[in-house]
């Protein structure tokens, strides 16, 4: 079979590999469809700071059932699935105590052991998850970061009738917007400074979308939220200015998200955080809970996914994905790898 190799930055080989042989306990999986995401591009850029080379990527996967370990249960060769990328050790503080998703030794598919860009890829059942059949292959490859969005969310707890404010237009921050939505939120507000990720935002069905290049983001919230404001803000880009907008328009007593991941240390003014009894939160991944919300959420058509899609290439053409990625001048959002 055909195996996509990163072997360093920006370079990828395609090598012919032997088909993985199924374990009583696993499931092999005919990969169908790879998100690329934003962790894969730090990769490709050499800046992913727990990546070496070489490395097989691929952890937004969807695929269908090719072979079944002798004592799986629940599923049938051709059915549609989708499975978690994390692996952990399960011996840890975090995974004895039900953490699991933040392992003190965690490995991520793609990252640091090999992901699923290859046409086979055998994983551990107890991973795998079997979305509706009325879930496409596209979608159900996007249950990755829908989980992500999802996660973030309860870290704040139930978003139902809430105030909810989303600083970045990007994938997660779309999903993490979408995801409040359906979950009901009473307000969802989003930002950005990138034009094309503002009308892809519209394009969602996002009632309030705001330009903070353009317009001043503390009138807005008074605005659309009133008084009472955000109940809770999603930082979904990881750079200094989000940080910084999210402490300083926070409403006393509410929550910031860390959602984005930062390539550079921030400054954060825990000044404003202590006076104004602001809760601090980080958000890494996901637990089988979230996938299972998340495939939830995916299958009851709330969510806006093929207006996120913009790009498609074949799986031959893995490079190409990266080469279109960096000349787009940041004009795209979902770019599938299909198989």
Do not use: W
């Not at 599923?75 to 978690?84: H, K």
Request: hydrophobic share 40%; aromatic share 8%.
């Amino acid at each position: 079979m055909q195996q996509a190799v990163m072997t360093r930055p920006g370079q990828i080989e395609f090598r012919e590999v032997e088909r993985p042989a199924v374990q009583p306990d696993e499931v092999l999986v005919q990969v169908r469809r790879i998100g690329v995401c934003g962790s894969d591009i730090h990769v490709y850029h050499g800046k992913h700071p727990y990546t070496s080379y070489p490395v097989v990527q691929g952890h937004e996967v969807s695929g269908t059932v090719a072979a079944l370990g002798e004592s799986v249960k629940g599923l049938s060769i051709g059915d549609t699935v989708v499975f978690m990328p994390q692996v952990t050790c399960g011996t840890c503080f975090p995974c004895r105590t039900g953490n699991y998703h933040i392992c003190d030794n965690l490995k991520v598919l793609g990252f640091q052991t090999d992901g699923a860009g290859q046409e086979y890829f055998a994983v551990k059942a107890e991973k795998v998850l079997k979305p509706p059949k009325s879930v496409s292959l596209d979608h159900a490859a996007m249950v990755e970061p829908v989980a992500v969005a999802v996660h973030a969310l309860a870290r704040y707890g139930p978003v139902a009738n809430q105030h909810v404010l989303v600083l970045g237009a990007g994938t997660i921050g779309s999903l993490v917007g979408q995801c409040a939505r359906a979950m009901g939120a009473a307000k969802v507000m989003i930002t950005d400074v990138a034009e094309y990720k503002l009308q892809k935002a519209r394009a969602c069905g996002f009632e309030r979308v705001v330009n903070t290049a353009q317009e001043d983001l503390g009138r807005a919230i008074d605005d659309y939220f009133g008084v009472r404001k955000a109940d809770v803000i999603l930082e979904c880009v990881g750079v200094q200015p989000t940080i910084t907008q999210a402490v300083n328009l926070a409403r006393k007593g509410s929550t910031i998200v860390v959602v984005g991941v930062f390539g550079e240390k921030p400054v954060v003014d825990l000044g404003l955080v202590q006076d104004r009894e602001l809760s601090l939160i980080g958000t890494l991944m996901y637990q089988y809970r979230d996938y299972e919300k998340a495939i939830q959420l995916v299958a009851s058509g709330k969510l806006h996914l093929d207006e996120m899609i913009t790009h498609r290439f074949a799986f031959r053409d893995y490079l190409k994905a990266y080469e279109t990625i960096e000349a787009s001048h940041g004009e795209y959002l979902k770019v599938m790898i299909d198989l």
